[in-house]
Antibody
Framework: EVLLVESGGGLVKPGGSLSLSCAAS????????MNWVRQAPGKGLEWVST????????YYADSVRGRFIVSRDNAENSLYLDMYSLRAEDTAVYFC???????????WGQGTLVTVSS | QSALTQPPSASGSPGQSVTISCTGI?????????VSWYQKHPGKAPKLLIY???KRPSGVPDRFSGSKSGNTASLTVSGLQTEDEADYYC??????????FGGGTKLTVL
């Protein structure tokens, strides 16, 4: 069974940093592009970042480029999102998702809540 | 990276059909066949319903179908059931460097 479990969310002050993790199981992580998607309270889904299977390419939404860094450790079956210079508008549930490059995402985690507030 | 345009709400009675539109531009929906549709219930993870415009993953009922014409993609839900009440999102790649979601449509089964 494919399973994605996010962790690392919490309350952080504006300007602060936070690191999210996504533990993958039930499939070979090294064979898949992975993604982060977020949903702010009461809002829709927003694509955040994509990393190719071999970490050769990373892509970011304009809203996070230069502040967020996506990485992965295939040996540890884990995906990461390092978030810096956090803003109130980064408050959201962050989902990791398995999927094709900039296309469909077939498995999603349950999400982890990040709250940016003073 | 402007969000794709979806109607904020749609509704139908059990057994009826409803179609949700997703409008973009030539550099996203109109230029590629990588339109996907997701169903999201509150507090749950999104579920992939349609990929590459009109393909259904294994396990998705054939009541869900997708199509595209020009810059507008559509999701049709036939034979509405109460469990179909959820938020629906489309997505498309934007060239080779990003992806965009629609604003979402809340489907109410009357």
């Amino acid at each position: 069974e494919v399973l994605l479990v996010e962790s690392g969310g919490g309350l952080v002050k504006p300007g602060g940093s936070l690191s999210l993790s996504c533990a993958a199981s039930g499939f070979t992580l090294s064979g898949y592009t992975m993604n982060w998607v977020r949903q702010a309270p009461g809002k829709g889904l927003e694509w955040v970042s994509t990393i190719t299977s071999d970490s050769a390419f990373m892509y970011y939404a304009d809203s996070v480029r230069g502040r967020f860094i996506v990485s992965r450790d295939n040996a540890e079956n884990s995906l990461y999102l390092d978030m810096y210079s956090l803003r109130a508008e980064d408050t959201a549930v962050y989902f990791c998702a398995r999927g094709k490059l900039l296309a469909d995402f077939d498995y999603w985690g349950q999400g982890t809540l990040v709250t940016v507030s003073s | 990276q402007s969000a794709l345009t979806q109607p904020p709400s749609a509704s139908g009675s059990p057994g009826q059909s409803v179609t949700i539109s997703c409008t973009g531009i030539s550099s996203d929906v109109g230029g590629y066949n990588f339109v996907s549709w997701y169903q999201k219930h509150p507090g749950k993870a999104p579920k992939l319903l349609i990929y590459e415009v009109n393909k259904r993953p294994s396990g998705v009922p054939d009541r869900f179908s997708g199509s595209k014409s020009g810059n507008t993609a559509s999701l049709t839900v036939s034979g509405l059931q109460t469990e179909d009440e959820a938020d629906y999102y489309c997505s498309s790649n934007v060239g080779s460097r990003s992806l965009v979601f629609g604003g979402g449509t809340k489907l109410t089964v009357l």
